[in-house]
């Protein structure tokens, strides 16, 4: 009878222990939703004031007032030039439209070089890189991509690829301390990034790869060549939105 009673004691035990486990779990999945599904949300509609990069690059400059840690000349797609559009589609991700976030092509492209070749090859595409800018560190590890796959899913069924497309146009880095294509625009140019001309954005754009080594103000030769193929496949770059 004792013997009994102490089973049955120990399984309503494991049982509680096991409900509590449950519950542990259920309450940090909502809180994981909470601080991804939110601020993915908000950003649909509400143009971010600052991005995890802009204080990472603050952070590394020593503290320098002089450094941005807010964007400044937002810019909504409408107003950003045609010609600066095309030339990141064509430079960037050239699937950008027909993709839902991942180009699985270039990823397995990807992992086939860095495993045979000392070469390291990414194969961000604009979604990843949006999600990577605004939500999380620069860093390269497991957990730090997990939660760029995460965001980018979030992003690609919460925003529409015009939103994704400004987003990332206003918030990348184009050389140092300068975030945002207006900004990279005047800074370059001394014009707005509304009146970019082909050449103009195809030489912004070539930069993208390492916006803090190469040089828009004195292109080394590979920008150059860069900048002459990107030319050449913004001819065949179609664009299926109206904006």
Not at 3 to 14: D, F, L, N
Not at 39 to 50: A, C, E, F, M, S
Not at 149 to 177: C, S
Not at 199 to 221: F, H
Request: glycine share 2%; hydrophobic share 45%.
């Amino acid at each position: 009878m004792f013997r009994a009673r102490k089973k049955s004691r120990k399984k309503k035990k494991r049982k509680s222990i096991k409900i509590r486990l449950v519950k542990i779990v259920f309450d940090l999945l909502l809180v994981f939703l909470a601080f991804t599904v939110v601020p993915v949300l908000i950003y649909r509609v509400i143009d971010p004031p600052t991005t995890s990069l802009l204080w990472t690059r603050w952070a590394e400059s020593g503290y320098e007032e002089s450094r941005p840690v807010f964007l400044q000349h937002w810019k909504s797609l409408g107003e950003i030039s045609p010609s600066l559009v095309r030339a990141v589609i064509a430079a960037e991700d050239q699937k950008f439209f027909y993709h839902n976030g991942f180009d699985w092509q270039a990823i397995e492209a990807a992992i086939k070089t860095n495993l045979s070749t000392d070469r390291t090859v990414g194969a961000s595409t604009i979604s990843m890189q949006t999600a990577r800018n605004v939500f999380l560190w620069q860093k390269r590890n497991w957990l730090r991509k997990s939660l760029e796959a995460w965001f980018t899913i979030l992003i690609e069924y919460l925003w529409t690829k015009e939103r994704i497309l400004e987003v990332y146009l206003n918030v990348i880095e184009w050389g140092d301390g300068l975030f945002g294509c207006e900004s990279a625009s005047r800074q370059y140019f001394k014009h707005s990034s509304t009146s970019l001309s082909p050449v103009e954005a195809a030489l912004m754009t070539s930069i993208l790869p390492s916006p803090r080594r190469w040089s828009v103000m004195n292109p080394q030769p590979h920008v150059h060549d860069r900048q002459s193929r990107i030319l050449m496949a913004m001819h065949k770059v179609r664009v299926p939105i109206r904006y």
